[in-house]
C-alpha cells in the first residue's frame, strides 16, 4: 500500500472525447509523474509536477495536460482521445524534487479503453 | 538514445527453483537502475535500486540483482521461487536527459509452475 490513489479505476470514452483522470498523492509529496502504460509495454514517461508548475515532459502531445493542487491531488487531461490512447494511466508521487527517481510510489493506475 | 532491454516476455520457473530475470540497458554515464514489480490489477513497486554503491544490490521478498558495468547488465535474481512471486517484472534506468524520468523495459511476466 503505497498511499497514492487512483479515480477512476476503469473508463471507457469514444474517440474525440475529452477524459480527466485523478491521483490522490501521499500528503508531503510535493512532485506527482503520470505515465502511460500501453498492452504488453513498459511505463511511459508522459510528464512531472512540482509544486504545481510542470517541471519536465516526455514525448506526449499537448493534448495530454495536467495540474496539480495544493491538497497533493493531481489531474491528467487529455483531449480529442485516440484509439490509440487506451492504456494504463499511472501515477507516481515523490516526496521530493532531488532524486525523485528513486523515491516514486505509484498508484494502482487507470485503465482507459478508447472505442 | 537511452534503452532497456528485457529478454524474454515471458519466464517460467518451477516453484522452489532459481529465478532469473535479465535486464540491459544503454547509458554512456553510470546509470541509475530499478526492478519494479506489477501484480494483476496493482501499480508498480520498487523491488530494489542501484545508485553507484555496491554492485549487488539486495531488494525486498528475497530479491537480488547485480550491478555488471562490462555487460551493461543489471539482472534479477531469486534462489527459491514462491507462488506469490507470479507478477510482471520492469526494469528501468533513469533517463540522463533528468533524473526523475525513468527509461522502461517492455517487463517479464513471471510465471511459476506448481
Known amino acids: 500500500e503505497t498511499g497514492v490513489t487512483q479515480s477512476p479505476t476503469h473508463l471507457i470514452k469514444t474517440r474525440g472525447q475529452q477524459v480527466t483522470l485523478r491521483c490522490s498523492s501521499q500528503?508531503?509529496?510535493?512532485?506527482v509523474s503520470w505515465y502511460q502504460q500501453a498492452l504488453g509495454q513498459g511505463p511511459q514517461f508522459i510528464f512531472q509536477?512540482?509544486?504545481?508548475?510542470?517541471?519536465g515532459r516526455g514525448n506526449f502531445p499537448p493534448r495530454f495536460s495536467g495540474l496539480q493542487f495544493p491538497n497533493y491531488s493531481s489531474e491528467l487531461n487529455v483531449n480529442a482521445l485516440e484509439l490509440d490512447d487506451s492504456a494504463l494511466y499511472l501515477c507516481?508521487?515523490?516526496?521530493?524534487?532531488?532524486?525523485?527517481?528513486?523515491?516514486?510510489?505509484f498508484g494502482p493506475g487507470t485503465r482507459l479503453l478508447v472505442l | 538514445a537511452q534503452s532497456v532491454t528485457q529478454l524474454g516476455s515471458h519466464v517460467s520457473v518451477s516453484e522452489g527453483a532459481l529465478v532469473l530475470l535479465r535486464c540491459n540497458y544503454s547509458?554512456?554515464?553510470?546509470?541509475?537502475l530499478f526492478w519494479y514489480v506489477q501484480y494483476p490489477n496493482q501499480g508498480l513497486q520498487l523491488l530494489l535500486k542501484?545508485?553507484?554503491?555496491a554492485t549487488l544490490v539486495k531488494g525486498i521478498n528475497g530479491f537480488e540483482a547485480e550491478f555488471k558495468k562490462s555487460e551493461t547488465s543489471f539482472h534479477l535474481t531469486k534462489p527459491s521461487a514462491h507462488m506469490s512471486d507470479a507478477a510482471e517484472y520492469f526494469c528501468?534506468?533513469?533517463?540522463?536527459?533528468?533524473?526523475?524520468?525513468?527509461?522502461w523495459g517492455a517487463g517479464t511476466k513471471l510465471i511459476i509452475k506448481p
Open positions: 507516481a508521487s515523490s516526496p521530493d524534487r532531488e532524486g525523485t527517481v528513486e523515491t516514486q510510489y
Open positions: 500528503s508531503g509529496h510535493n512532485t
Open positions: 547509458s554512456s554515464v553510470p546509470p541509475y
Open positions: 542501484y545508485t553507484s554503491a
Open positions: 528501468a534506468v533513469n533517463s540522463m536527459d533528468s533524473n526523475y524520468q525513468l527509461i
Open positions: 509536477y512540482y509544486r504545481e508548475e510542470e517541471n
